[in-house]
């Protein structure tokens, strides 16, 4: 890895905004003047302030890209970077990956100012204290030089300890540390001091010169690869200080600098909180959004990378923003509508399918039409969803399963039904579930992130809309416990055998709010008394002669038959 060594003078007048800039995917400049302060105390000391890293963009390449300024008068209640006018740069450009925040701070110290609020706003600027003779405390965080942000110059030559403020930006005026030197000598001439204090002035404003005219301390690695995912890896890792760079920061990022009308960085997190605070509440991220924006606009490739948001595909985003928003906030109301949750959903961008085919269909309130064909349709939606999570549909090759499902529902000629069918035959999906899925559904135990799905399937015509459901054990868990069991004397054998189904699908059953409040702690043979004529064969209850808890093996036994045959034949 080789290096190119510059000079701060050289970097900060010819370079910077001349023909280096920063890409969208930096964040904003976040030093404060300490910060400043200290950074040019380490400069003057000598120390190395590490390395930079410049991404090189081919002339005819730097169209392709949104570049902006580094900031140079710091206000911090505009802390915005200014879009680069690239159209008059007639050569290869450099975009700062890493380095930012120095090269900013340099700019400010040398050619800019720092506004800030303290009582009052104060526009100050960098100055250093050329009265104040270098210190070496044994406080590693205390400055050696006396570097200040201060709203104007004071020279004070009647003190013990006079003050001689310098404004830092005035040293580019010259081109030799000689000329500087006789500068400020002539400054100094007609000021009462101590001699000493003025040859430390002469020595200061030569080491400054030094420092920022012969050394280089500018040391820039050169990155020349135009394949923008890779840059962007690069930079995530060579920012990994504080909080922690997330891809779909620099997503956001990209989409901010490049959306003409509105901004990105507020549409997506306000959307993002929108769709979370649905129902009881989802945990979706703005990588969900962003891949939805992708998935959602016609034309786009679907892969969730940053060379996918170039400039003409992000203003067709944009363009596609209200109908993204609506049909993904509708997938979402639809699947909440059928008791799905954040827990349950255990792969979120099962929702994509669903929310490009509600953009498809274009129906205003779908998901509260009260139409008998649209109410079926959506049945056929929540079955397909559990089947897909259950079957685990999304666990790999997510975009080439994502792809697939696009090109079926925007190829679909009539889109009065969502297509299952079309869908499953073309990922090799089979509805219906072989004996050994069947064996392990039956397994899964209460409260889990897959039984919800699973009870939802033994319910093909229950109407979903208004109502919560809640899992409820059909005889109750409290008398599971070894104690209850043993009181009614059964062996350890038998208590085994009761204590290994009780908490498994085959003893649980969807009830809505009221039902499953009345039913309570009821022992079973007692409830089922009170329920009307359709409820056994509602909640796939099996015909035995007794419902008493010691017929509960007998209870299971029944209830696996049904069960079991409901799912070898499941069909959409």
Not at 18 to 39: C, D, G, H, M
Not at 407 to 419: G, H, K, M, R, V
Not at 513 to 531: C, D, L, Q
Request: glycine share 4%.
């Amino acid at each position: 890895m080789s290096y190119t060594s510059k000079t701060i003078s050289e970097t900060i007048i010819d370079y910077v905004n001349r023909n280096t800039f920063l890409p969208a995917i930096q964040r904003e400049y976040v030093w404060n003047t300490y910060s400043i302060e200290k950074l040019f105390d380490s400069i003057m000391c000598g120390y190395p302030i590490s390395s930079f890293l410049f991404w090189k963009i081919r002339e005819e390449k730097k169209k392709d890209w949104v570049a902006y300024q580094f900031v140079t008068d710091f206000d911090k209640t505009d802390p915005h970077n200014e879009e680069a006018n690239l159209s008059g740069v007639n050569q290869d450009i450099y975009l700062v990956l890493d380095g930012q925040q120095r090269l900013t701070s340099l700019l400010i110290g040398l050619k800019g100012s720092y506004s800030f609020f303290y009582y009052r706003w104060r526009k100050t600027r960098l100055y250093l204290n050329l009265f104040k003779k270098p210190t070496n405390g044994d406080n590693p965080e205390e400055l050696t030089y006396q570097f200040q942000f201060r709203e104007n110059d004071f020279i004070n030559a009647n003190d013990s300890t006079p003050q001689y403020w310098y404004l830092v930006s005035n040293i580019l005026d010259f081109n030799t540390a000689s000329a500087a030197r006789k500068d400020i000598r002539e400054k100094l001439s007609n000021i009462s001091v101590d001699s000493s204090f003025k040859e430390n002035a002469v020595e200061l404003i030569e080491e400054l010169h030094s420092r920022l005219f012969t050394e280089k301390f500018i040391n820039i690695y050169e990155e020349k690869s135009q394949e923008y995912d890779k840059v962007v890896e690069i930079f995530i890792r060579t920012n990994t200080g504080g909080v922690k760079l997330e891809y779909s920061d620099i997503l956001l990022s990209t989409a901010t600098a490049k959306w003409k009308n509105l901004n990105a960085r507020k549409e997506i997190y306000s959307f993002t909180d929108e769709i979370n605070s649905i129902g009881n509440g989802y945990s979706f991220g703005k990588d969900f959004v962003l891949k939805g924006c992708l998935y959602l606009t016609d034309h786009l490739p679907i892969q969730y990378k940053v060379g996918n948001f170039t400039q003409s595909n992000l203003e067709l985003i944009e363009e596609n923003w209200t109908n993204i928003q609506t049909s993904i906030s509708d997938s979402v109301k639809l699947i909440n509508k059928f008791g799905f949750n954040d827990k349950n959903l255990v792969a979120k961008l099962v929702l994509l399918p669903i929310a490009l085919y509600l953009k498809k269909v274009n129906k205003s309130n779908y998901v509260n039409s009260t139409n008998a064909e649209d109410i079926k349709n959506q049945l056929r939606i929540q079955k397909w969803v559990a089947i897909a999570l259950l079957k685990n549909m999304f666990g790999s090759s997510t975009d080439n399963t994502l792809k697939s499902i696009q090109d079926i529902i925007l190829n679909q000629t009539n889109s009065e039904n969502f297509p299952c069918s079309e869908i499953n035959q073309k990922l090799n999906v089979i509805s219906s579930f072989s004996k050994d899925e069947i064996d392990n559904i039956l397994r899964y135990s209460y409260g889990t992130k897959y039984s919800y799905l699973i009870l939802s399937l033994f319910y093909p015509n229950r109407d979903w809309k208004d109502c919560r459901f809640s899992e409820d054990h059909i005889f109750p868990k409290s008398e599971f416990t070894e104690a209850k069991l043993r009181k009614r004397g059964y062996n350890s054998d038998k208590i085994k055998l009761y204590q290994t189904y009780y908490n498994t699908i085959l003893n649980l059953q969807l009830l809505d709010e009221t039902e499953n409040k009345e039913k309570s702690a009821k022992p079973f043979n007692e409830w089922i008394k009170t329920r009307d004529d359709n409820f056994k064969k509602r909640h796939s209850i099996p015909i035995i002669a007794s419902y008493d808890f010691d017929s509960f093996i007998e209870f299971i036994n029944g209830r696996k038959k049904l069960l079991s045959n409901f799912l070898e034949n499941l069909t959409i």
